[in-house]
């Protein structure tokens, strides 16, 4: 009979969608998360930065801001060591572009989280709508150049996209 008991809960936990939050705090991060992207990845990171429950929607678009801010360095950093490392000039100047854009990504992801932390979210959502462009374009400068960058910038754009998405409903 224990063994029937701890199967069950071992099945249970297998379908139910792991949350760290309440009920309030689920709904805000389907909402985030419902045209993202990556609900996986959506779920997953907000779920993992989460502050103590109940969370409002001011403070899980700040916390999604701040995780795309720290993303956002994280990869600028990345395109910098292999732009310093990389010894064919044209390959190099293709990272020049790519490391371009990150900080006018960078620039904006700064100003939308200074926006947020004034409660001016109208502001922090045009800012972030400068952001998708430069992936992008990133994304093609180096197309199929250095694979890592390609999932580095597909998640960036999911970050984005969170974002978005959370300061459109204040």
Do not use: H
Request: aromatic content about 8%; charged content about 20%.
């Amino acid at each position: 009979m224990k063994t029937l008991s701890s199967l069950f809960v071992i099945v249970v936990a297998l379908f139910l969608r792991p949350s760290l939050g309440d009920k309030q705090t689920d709904d805000l991060i389907n909402k985030v998360c419902a045209f993202a992207g990556d609900d996986s990845f959506c779920r997953g990171i907000l779920n993992k930065n989460l502050p103590s429950p109940p969370v409002d929607l001011p403070a899980l678009t700040r916390v999604t801001l701040s995780l795309s801010l720290s993303f956002t360095r994280e990869t600028l950093a990345f395109i910098e060591k292999v732009e310093a490392e990389e010894k064919r000039l044209g390959v190099r100047q293709r990272y020049y572009w790519c490391r371009i854009n990150y900080i006018k990504v960078l620039s904006n992801m700064q100003t939308a989280e200074y926006n947020s932390r004034r409660n001016e979210f109208d502001s922090m959502v045009a800012t972030l709508l400068l952001c998708s462009q430069p992936i992008k374009q990133c994304q093609t400068a180096i197309a199929g150049l250095l694979p890592p960058m390609k999932e580095k910038n597909r998640l960036m754009l999911v970050l984005l996209e969170m974002g978005l998405n959370a300061g459109t409903y204040l």
